[in-house]
T-cell receptor, first 113, second 112 residues
Framework: GQQLNQSPQSMFIQEGEDVSMNCTSSSIFNTWLWYKQEPGEGPVLLIA?????ELTSNGRLTAQFGITRKDSFLNISASIPSDVGIYFC?????????????FGTGTQLKVEL | NAGVTQTPKFRVLKTGQSMTLLCAQDMNHEYMYWYRQDPGMGLRLIHYSVGEGTTAKGEVPDGYNVSRLKKQNFLLGLESAAPSQTSVYFC???????????FGPGTRLLVL
């Protein structure tokens, strides 16, 4: 099946720092989604991307759909304590994706005050 | 508008017991999904449904069965639970015109 490599696996940063994480796939994707999951809860959508090269922001979060269509990036500016959680990328493959999403393994973000 | 709800929130089973997890959505979504989440492995798709009365296998379907008798409900069954099925189970739904899936709060299952 499809595979998504998400990095880094975890990050421990200082409050106020900028954060970057990325996701790469072994095949071309036509949709990229970024979710955040907090402890004991289900994932919540942050940003959805549908076109190669698309750059979309949601407050302090900015995500990009890579031009090769095999990667996506999420940046968080000026991190705050409530940014703590696990961030997942998810995508739908252009071929063979069907009605399913493939999820990355997550980036765990910890913020030091 | 409750979104996606899951019942129960937490359950402990003994090996060999059976149980059914219920997912309900009030958004009139056509598609529904069941995932399991294990440490370090992200979300893996068990089964999904593209409409009432239809189901399809996902990435890890073995040991599970599903039914979608009503559009708003998607049931996940474990006929004979095994310790390997200890996990957190998430249900999600989406409308057919959108890729974004909306998740429930999860069911934590421990099989002893």
């Amino acid at each position: 099946g499809q595979q998504l490599n998400q990095s880094p696996q975890s990050m421990f940063i200082q409050e106020g720092e900028d954060v970057s994480m990325n996701c790469t796939s072994s095949s071309i994707f036509n949709t990229w989604l970024w979710y955040k999951q907090e402890p004991g809860e289900g994932p919540v959508l942050l940003i959805a991307l549908y076109k190669a090269g698309e750059l979309t922001s949601n407050g302090r979060l900015t995500a990009q759909f890579g031009i090769t269509r095999k990667d996506s990036f999420l940046n968080i500016s000026a991190s705050i304590p409530s940014d703590v959680g696990i961030y997942f990328c998810a995508g739908r493959a252009l071929t063979g994706g069907g009605n399913k999403l493939t999820f990355g393994t997550g980036t765990q973000l910890k913020v030091e005050l | 508008n409750a979104g996606v709800t899951q019942t129960p929130k937490f359950r402990v089973l003994k090996t060999g017991q059976s149980m059914t997890l219920l997912c309900a959505q009030d958004m009139n979504h056509e598609y529904m999904y069941w995932y399991r989440q294990d440490p370090g492995m992200g979300l893996r798709l068990i089964h999904y449904s593209v409409g009432e009365g239809t189901t399809a296998k996902g990435e890890v379907p073995d040991g599970y069965n599903v039914s979608r008798l009503k559009k708003q409900n998607f049931l996940l069954g474990l006929e004979s639970a095994a310790p390997s099925q200890t996990s957190v189970y998430f249900c999600a739904s989406r409308p057919w015109v959108q890729e974004t899936q909306y998740f429930g709060p999860g069911t934590r299952l421990l099989v002893l």
